[in-house]
């Protein structure tokens, strides 16, 4: 039987797109594909659920845009379907006096976006709010909060399930072909046909595109894991909610931060190093072909270039805890190494150009028949429902 809509990733913003279809076209035959034996196994599983507020973000963005909307109806939807969820607020925290125009260009960004409430406090109020904190000013956000994404997911299954749309586990997609007026997606032992693709597959995003014969321009997926350590129950009064430090304008990722989690627990992390393999989840984990395929890309090395003393950085905190504790100790110098245990890991996806810049934005590219998802970064767990609006409506578009 022909599908009308396949969709390759059963990740938060692929199983948000196929909602957001079925939302708006509730006769639509649509089939997800997951590799893996459940849902939401390697971004969406692995995510530090933090609910983003916008405020990092270039504003007039697909980021900026869709992380306020999103926002907006990820809350709608938690309520309706009784999701987890806590609105605490966080700080974003400077410790030294370079640090503070930094603060002044975040605090822009997030009234251009539309924020309400942010403001700047200085070190008493800092403490009020986080009494380890040790800052000069900060940045207090009213609108972060903290969430169980894979709930969320889970959540889309149901409500797709219910409304007659097929989640697969296991079918991985290792072929696209079209013929005729169909296209179709071929595991090394079945095959779904349909009349448009999705292409929302993350860390392998670039590789599915590919064999929907898109052209990418040199555009290549680099998986980058962020190790996470935990506080020990009897230090979890350390932190309140959400701390994070002013990030570096050069580097592209937040630095290693305080997270309260909804279910239980104190998370800090995560770093930002090199993984082996594109799903590499341990230091120990390689995977020669996609290691080399790595390092050969051209906008990889002049990447590892132009960012070798922190990446160096970003290593020893991989290896050595206590330089991993030492970073942490800049938000909140109690914290000790005896004070962690070493907790789990994810893998972020970014694309980055043959000239090694990082795209910071999302990208969604097309072809006959096929729309292809070819970055996805944060906030996309935040904004899957907007991410999987725009997306349905291309989508919807072509047939």
């Given at each position: ?11 938060i913003?692929g ?12 006769e639509l ?17 692995h995510?530090?659920?933090v609910?983003h507020?916008?405020?990092?973000y ?6 900026a ?5 999103g ?13 987890a ?9 400077a410790?030294r ?11 822009d960004?997030?009234?251009r976006n ?5 403001r ?7 403490r009020?709010k986080?009494?380890?904190?040790q ?10 909060g ?12 149901k409500?797709?399930r ?9 079918f991985?997609?290792?072929n ?16 779904v046909r ?31 894991r962020?190790?996470y ?20 304008p ?13 279910e239980?627990g104190?998370e ?11 799903e590499g ?6 995977q ?15 990447l ?29 110098p ?31 590219l ?6 292809n998802v070819?970055?996805?970064p944060?906030?996309?767990?935040t ?9 349905a409506?291309?989508t919807?578009?072509?047939?």
């Amino acid at each position: 039987m022909q599908k009308d809509v396949i969709i390759i990733g059963g990740g938060i913003v692929g199983l948000a797109t196929a909602w957001r279809l079925l939302e708006a076209r509730p006769e639509l035959s649509i089939t997800v594909l997951e590799k893996e034996q459940d849902i939401a196994a390697h971004q969406t599983g692995h995510n530090s659920g933090v609910i983003h507020s916008g405020i990092y973000y270039r504003p007039g963005t697909l980021r900026a845009r869709n992380c306020r909307e999103g926002y907006a109806e990820l809350l709608q939807f938690c309520q309706k379907h009784e999701i987890a969820h806590e609105i605490c607020g966080k700080v974003i925290v400077a410790t030294r006096p370079e640090e503070l125009p930094q603060l002044d260009k975040i605090m822009d960004h997030g009234w251009r976006n539309g924020l309400i409430g942010i403001r700047r406090i200085g070190p008493e109020e800092t403490r009020e709010k986080e009494p380890h904190v040790q800052a000069l000013e900060s940045i207090w956000v009213p609108q972060a909060g903290i969430i169980k994404y894979r709930r969320v997911a889970e959540t889309y299954v149901k409500l797709l399930r219910a409304g007659g749309a097929e989640v697969r586990t296991g079918f991985k997609v290792v072929n696209i072909l079209r013929k005729g007026g169909e296209i179709i997606a071929q595991s090394e032992k079945d095959e779904v046909r349909g009349r448009i693709l999705v292409n929302c597959a993350g860390l392998y995003s670039d590789k599915v595109a590919q064999m929907t014969g898109q052209n990418l321009d040199g555009i290549q997926i680099l998986p980058f894991r962020g190790e996470y350590y935990v506080l020990k129950k009897e230090k979890q009064y350390l932190v309140n909610n959400l701390i994070y430090p002013t990030p570096n304008p050069n580097f592209p990722f937040l630095g290693v931060h305080f997270t309260r989690m909804i279910e239980g627990g104190i998370e800090a992390g995560p770093n930002a190093v090199l993984a082996f393999r594109r799903e590499g989840y341990s230091r120990w984990d390689w995977q020669v072909g996609e290691l080399m395929e790595t390092l050969a890309h051209p906008g990889f090395r002049q990447l590892a270039v132009k960012h070798w003393r922190e990446g160096m950085d970003e290593m020893q905190r991989s290896f050595f805890k206590s330089a991993f504790v030492k970073a942490l100790q800049k938000l909140v110098p109690a914290v000790q190494a005896d004070d962690l245990e070493r907790g789990g890991a994810g893998v972020r996806a970014m694309a980055c150009d043959r000239e090694g810049k990082l795209i910071d934005e999302f990208l969604i590219l097309e072809n006959d028949r096929v729309v292809n998802v070819c970055n996805a970064p944060s906030p996309a767990a935040t904004a899957s429902l907007a991410i999987g609006k725009t997306i349905a409506e291309r989508t919807l578009s072509k047939l």
